[in-house]
């Protein structure tokens, strides 16, 4: 079974410039999560997908993150414009079960951003 | 803000002893979830203990819940070098909403 692809796995771009990032969850899984891990922090949830509707985006910074997942399967994080306090590994990760059922997370490598 | 806290936030033991380390959350949970993550990649879940249960082994791991101090601890024994690594809770709310702590940095010495 394929795990989560993510792509790209690293990122330099200078601040206001803008980024994205694709994800690709296992096949069936319908929670999509996408985390924001600062170096030696924990990860800090962006925004929680169930199919193609959103959970959960209380602590995505709307004015400039934004997220999608088209037709429940893949999904785009974009930055725009990118911060130096942005630069972090943005993991996505996938479920296959959803609300109070929810069990273990897949994860994938992450993508890995630096602002200059 | 984060719903797990782990401490400690960082452990050094050598190889055979055993590691444990807590976490604390704060509202009502599902379930408690272990991840680990080996630096520079993604994270690995490792056991899941829901909120009717108080303890649960799989393999070299053992977790226990105590939902009356909203806490739990991860204990692994005999460890291994290649048990080096950090180590996160993440507690589940109805929604199937993760919250992960800060993590605790785990080395094994040979």
């Known amino acids: 079974e394929a795990g989560v692809a993510q792509s790209p796995r690293y990122k330099i771009i200078e601040k206001r410039q803008s980024v994205a990032f694709w994800c690709n969850p296992i096949s069936g899984h319908a929670t999509l999560y996408w985390y924001q891990q600062i170096l030696g922090q924990g990860p800090k949830l962006l925004i929680q997908f169930q199919n193609n509707g959103v959970v959960d985006d209380s602590q995505l910074p709307k004015d400039r993150f934004s997220a999608e997942r088209l037709k429940g399967v893949d999904s785009t994080l974009k930055i725009q414009p990118a911060k130096l306090e942005d630069s972090a590994v943005y993991l996505c990760?996938?479920?296959?079960?959803?609300?109070?059922?929810?069990?273990?997370?897949?994860f994938g490598e992450g993508s890995r951003l630096t602002v200059l | 803000s984060q719903q797990g806290e782990e401490d400690p936030q960082a452990l050094s033991i050598q190889e055979g002893e055993n590691a444990t380390m807590n976490c604390s959350y704060k509202?009502?949970?599902?379930?408690l979830q272990w991840y680990r993550q080996n630096s520079g990649r993604g994270l690995v879940h490792l056991i899941l203990?829901?909120?009717?249960?108080r303890e649960k082994h799989s393999g070299r791991l053992r977790v226990t819940l105590d939902t009356s101090k909203k806490s739990s601890s991860l204990l692994i024994t005999a460890s291994r070098a290649a048990d080096t690594a950090s180590y996160f809770c993440?507690?589940?709310?109805?929604?199937?909403?993760?919250?992960f702590g800060a993590g605790t940095q785990v080395v094994v010495t040979p």
């Open positions: 990760a996938s479920s296959f079960q959803t609300g109070s059922n929810t069990g273990e997370l897949f």
């Open positions: 993440a507690a589940t709310d109805s929604w199937g909403k993760l919250q």
């Open positions: 509202t009502s949970i599902n379930n």
């Open positions: 203990i829901r909120s009717n249960e």
